[in-house]
Every structure is written in structure tokens, then in C-alpha cells.
């Protein structure tokens, strides 16, 4: 799927060393400094997903109980976003 993992190098990491993944995410921050390296390799997005994550399964719970369960997941969303866009006005 091409997802990989996104772990902040140290400082200090070396660039001559270990999989080629690790190496230029190692080099990134040289050239481009910290704040670049975040925007480049798209650190930081993973707890607005969490939280969407959150707020959906909160009323819902984890469960599905229809077989259908694209259905069940887009009523379950139509229904959240309906409640959303009520509170909002």
C-alpha cells in the first residue's frame, strides 16, 4: 500500500548508514531544517486522524452489527455529520 512509518531522526543521525529510507529521512532535516522535514515527510497528521477516528466511535462504539457493513458505516456517518451540521447552526 505504500505506507510506511515516519520516525523523527535525532540530530545527530548519520546519512552513511543503515536502509535507504532511514538514510534520506536522516538528510532531510539538514537541508531543509526540522520544521522542513515535518512538512516534507508529513509528520504530525496522524492525530487529526486519531481524532476523527475518536469522535465517530465515541456514539457508535466499534462494532458493526449489520452484514451490509458499508451501508451500516454510511448511515452511521450521514447520521454523525447531520448531528454535526445541527449543532453548528
Request: hydrophobic share 35%.
Amino acid at each position: 500500500m505504500g505506507v510506511g512509518p515516519i520516525i523523527k531522526p535525532r540530530a545527530n543521525a548519520r546519512t552513511d548508514r543503515g536502509p535507504p529510507e532511514r538514510r534520506i529521512s536522516a538528510a532531510i532535516p539538514k537541508m531543509f531544517g526540522e520544521k522542513g522535514w515535518s512538512i516534507v515527510m508529513g509528520y504530525g497528521r496522524r492525530w487529526a486522524v486519531e481524532t476523527a477516528l475518536s469522535t465517530y466511535k465515541r456514539p457508535y462504539g466499534e462494532h458493526c452489527m449489520s452484514r451490509k457493513i458499508e451501508r451500516e458505516l454510511k448511515t452511521k456517518a450521514y447520521i454523525y455529520n447531520t448531528l454535526i451540521n445541527m449543532h453548528a447552526r
